[in-house]
């Protein structure tokens, strides 16, 4: 009788053809839930390009083209004022390298000229770190689009030569696969903020392993920090300067916003005199504790401010030669990442432990592909001992895995490339594998540098 009730209880859930996901009932058969296993797959995706445009803080409109791991790292460009800026994401904070014109009209353009910059939301529109990591970015599709209940199947149409199907909801408009394994294809309205238009593809484990990569390959540049356009920096009282027959010495009081922590503060100083520039100068780096301000200074000693400071104390000079303007900026310099603590000459990173239940765990997960066959438990000794041996080697750099930063050693063991991965910030074991031949490629590379 038992088995009639299982065969009855069978029968209906094939009628019906419903199952409840999170919650919320959907056809099988409908296009809702194929969003919802979209959206699913890209949570759990190990990597995601993201290429299209987005309203930035301006409300203007900016093109983005970047590629972020499971764990929220990436690279990339974006596109503003018709000219490109390299973008890099890590340990939650998005930086951009970009020339002067980009940053225009914000008056620190030429101090951010060329040169690393941590970027506030505000800046591109939304935050990379916090919006593009596949698992938030699943979530944010999930939230806009998965609670629709709606029957049947939209017609198929195509998006970059794929074949989709179209969703429309409060939120936009969600292009999603027309067949398994379904993706998010396309979106269009304020899934990442105003005006989004945006493709997505889920990256496959060789370009994932390049991400990380890439971002390894950024982090030497970040290491004696970069400018901060979170914190803005104000002048307090008017500019001060001292000139010369050899120059020109700028000097402005700078108040440092924050109660709490004291800001690191460069100074950038123009000098300009019928209508050129004379001289540019910078400032070395100035502590200011919180809550406080500090005098900072930096001297023009240009020829061209050499020029015209003799033309205009020559005997019979005309006023108008003499005429000068001082003008200064103060900008914030942002702390290094700490990832670049775990590069391979790095003295910051977490020290590694190996916990025997951590260590048991990489073993139940990676040593049968590791020995090619079913491991015996004595082998769990040597397991160790290659982890161990592994971890001790010189080559290191910051890598990820299942959505989790970490710092991955690359060794030899047997003839193989063998990896060791630990938690970034804890120094846990996280895993332990014999990389397949791109991401052992991957690591070299990004461990030897380019």
Avoid at 57 to 84: F, Q, S, W
Avoid at 320 to 332: D, F, M, N, W
Avoid at 350 to 360: E, F, I, P, R, S
Avoid at 426 to 442: F, M, N, Q
Wanted: charged fraction near 20%; aromatic fraction near 6%; charge should be negative.
């Amino acid at each position: 009788m038992r088995y009639r009730v299982a065969a009855l209880l069978a029968l209906a859930l094939v009628v019906t053809g419903c199952s409840p996901i999170d919650g919320k009932m959907v056809s099988y058969d409908s296009v809702a839930n194929h969003v919802r296993i979209a959206a699913s797959n890209l949570e759990q995706a190990n990597g995601v390009r993201i290429n299209g445009t987005v309203q930035d803080g301006r409300g203007e409109e900016i093109a983005v083209d970047v590629r972020l791991n499971g764990a929220g790292e990436g690279a990339g460009k974006i596109r503003r004022n018709g000219i490109a800026a390299q973008t890099l994401v890590v340990d939650s904070t998005t930086y951009v390298k970009a020339p002067a014109a980009w940053w225009a009209p914000d008056n620190r353009a030429d101090t951010y000229d060329d040169v690393w910059v941590a970027v506030s939301a505000t800046t591109i529109g939304f935050d990379p770190a916090a919006k593009l990591k596949p698992e938030a970015l699943g979530k944010l599709v999930d939230d806009a689009f998965g609670s629709l209940q709606i029957e049947g199947m939209p017609p198929v149409t195509e998006v970059d030569k794929v074949q989709v199907r179209k969703v429309e909801a409060t939120a936009g408009t969600l292009w999603v696969t027309a067949e398994k394994p379904y993706q998010v294809v396309r979106t269009e309205g304020s899934l990442l903020g105003p005006r989004t238009a945006v493709n997505f593809v889920i990256t496959p484990p060789g370009p994932t392993a390049q991400i990380a990569r890439d971002v390894a390959l950024g982090l030497p540049a970040l290491r004696t920090g970069s400018y901060d356009a979170y914190t803005t920096l104000q002048f307090e009282g008017a500019l001060r300067h001292t000139c010369d027959a050899q120059g020109c010495t700028v000097t402005g009081r700078v108040r440092n916003p924050s109660d709490e922590e004291p800001v690191t503060a460069v100074l950038d100083g123009r000098v300009t005199g019928n209508r050129t520039v004379l001289g540019r100068c910078r400032s070395g780096r100035a502590e200011v504790p919180a809550s406080a301000a500090a005098d900072v200074s930096c001297r023009v000693t240009t020829p061209a401010w050499r020029k015209f400071y003799a033309s205009a104390t020559a005997p019979g000079a005309p006023m108008s030669t003499t005429k000068y303007q001082v003008t200064a900026s103060a900008s914030a310099i942002a702390r290094a990442p700490l990832a670049t603590e775990c590069l391979r000459d790095g003295k910051g990173c977490a020290t590694n432990d190996l916990d025997d239940g951590d260590v048991m765990d990489t073993f139940d997960r990676s040593a049968q592909a590791w020995y090619e066959r079913t491991p015996a438990d004595s082998e769990l000794a040597d397991w160790r001992r290659m982890i161990e041996v592994t971890a001790a080697g010189p080559d290191r750099v910051p890598w990820a895995t299942d959505g989790q930063p970490t710092v991955a050693y690359l060794g030899t063991q047997g003839g193989r490339p063998f990896v060791a991965q630990f938690d970034r910030q804890d120094g846990k074991l996280v895993a332990a594998y014999g990389p397949d031949p791109a991401e052992a490629t991957a690591l070299r590379q990004a461990i030897t540098g380019p």
